[in-house]
């Protein structure tokens, strides 16, 4: 039996904020990453795109304990792209696991309805003599040659810090200047929510009301496609109405326009469970997992809807992501961030 989740973007209240925090164990969208462990970060060269290699920034994190094992009491999943203009068109997925006694994070679990931050422990890799890029908050071995207190992953990023606002305080007391300019993505908590159960009795459902919603759906993602930047859109909206593919992807998806995340539950040692897809060119195959040759499995998708919400400044395109992982969800060997496999799937033109 297959459980879906979905998820939808929140923009939290600035008091809220430090909920985004690694120690409240989030899942969000944008900014920097809240790391999961803390003392051995995915490396430089790890998180470099594999097309042009420009570096990685961070997308979204969720987080995804599985329970019947007390290795991944804990456990994250952090998606990263390229945006580069001229490039824009690789993902990585890295996963973290920890167990509920561990070395960053307190036994017991936070107060998630607390309504201010505990400040006593505020776990981050420069605790543990881990330094993270000013710039995007990734591993960093880089120091700026001036003042030397500020680290970064790439001379890229130094040049931008640089140019935006380290100039201006390079080597003074201040720490920070105001900089309306990021390469980062705005940044929202991701809120999931249990797919309602459809309605099976076909005498029950309503073929007008459902072509209704597929039409909603239709005029939903026309509007917001200048700024999802996505070129094919229209091209493949305006398809046959033949293309069955397609009509089921749109009637999954009409009931909940706004979701950018769909999370599968299942036994994944026994249930296999095929993903929603936007074209036909999919993957006969996943490779086995590189750190311990275990089959992967489906975990989740990341929807177009997500396009809307990183902004108008994002180069990222795609129709879909699919994300698989170890079936075991097996325990690192050397990184404490261990590669998995995803799929970016595009609208057909």
């Given amino acids: 039996m297959v459980k879906i989740d979905i998820g939808f973007v929140e923009k939290l209240d600035e008091t809220q904020r430090f909920k985004l925090k690694s120690k409240y164990f989030p899942s969000k969208v944008g900014g920097k990453p809240s790391w999961l462990s803390l003392d051995s970060l995915p490396s430089t060269e790890q998180l470099k795109c594999d097309l042009c290699g420009n570096q990685l920034i961070y997308l979204l994190q969720i987080y995804a304990p599985f329970e019947n094992n ?110 309306k300019k990021s390469l980062l993505f705005p940044e929202y908590e991701l809120i999931i929510e249990t797919e309602e159960e459809l309605e099976t009795n076909t005498n029950i459902e309503n073929e007008e009301s459902e072509n209704q919603r597929i039409d909603e ?50 036994d994944r040692n026994v249930e296999s469970f095929e993903p929603l897809w936007v074209n036909t060119e999919k993957p006969s195959s996943t490779p086995n997992c590189s750190n311990c040759g275990s089959e992967r499995a489906l975990e989740f998708q990341i929807m177009p809807q997500l396009l809307y919400f990183v902004g108008e400044n994002s180069d990222i395109d795609f129709g879909i992501l699919t994300v698989y992982t170890c079936k075991n969800s097996c325990e690192p060997k050397s990184s404490a961030y261990i590669e998995e496999f995803i799929i970016k799937q595009d609208f057909k033109s």
């Fill in 217 to 266: 759906y239709l005029k939903y993602i026309k509007e917001r496609k200048p700024l999802c930047q996505n070129e094919n859109l229209d091209s493949y909206i305006n398809c046959e109405q033949s293309d069955e593919l397609f009509k089921s992807f749109r009637k999954k998806i009409a009931s909940n326009p706004d979701q950018v995340i769909r999370y599968y539950s299942y």
């Fill in 70 to 179: 007390s290795n991944t009491f804990h456990r994250t999943l952090f998606v990263f792209c390229c945006n580069h203009s001229k490039c824009a068109k690789f993902f990585k997925v890295c996963r973290s696991q920890l167990s509920r006694s561990n070395r960053f994070y307190d036994y017991e679990p936070p107060d998630y309805e607390a309504e201010v931050e505990n400040v006593a422990y505020d776990p981050k890799p420069e605790v543990f003599g881990v330094k993270t890029c000013a710039v995007c908050g990734c591993f960093s071995d880089k120091l700026c040659s001036g003042c030397k207190s500020v680290s970064y992953c790439c001379k890229e990023h130094q040049k931008f810090d640089w140019k935006n606002s380290h100039r201006s305080i390079c080597g003074k007391s201040e720490s920070t200047v105001d900089s």
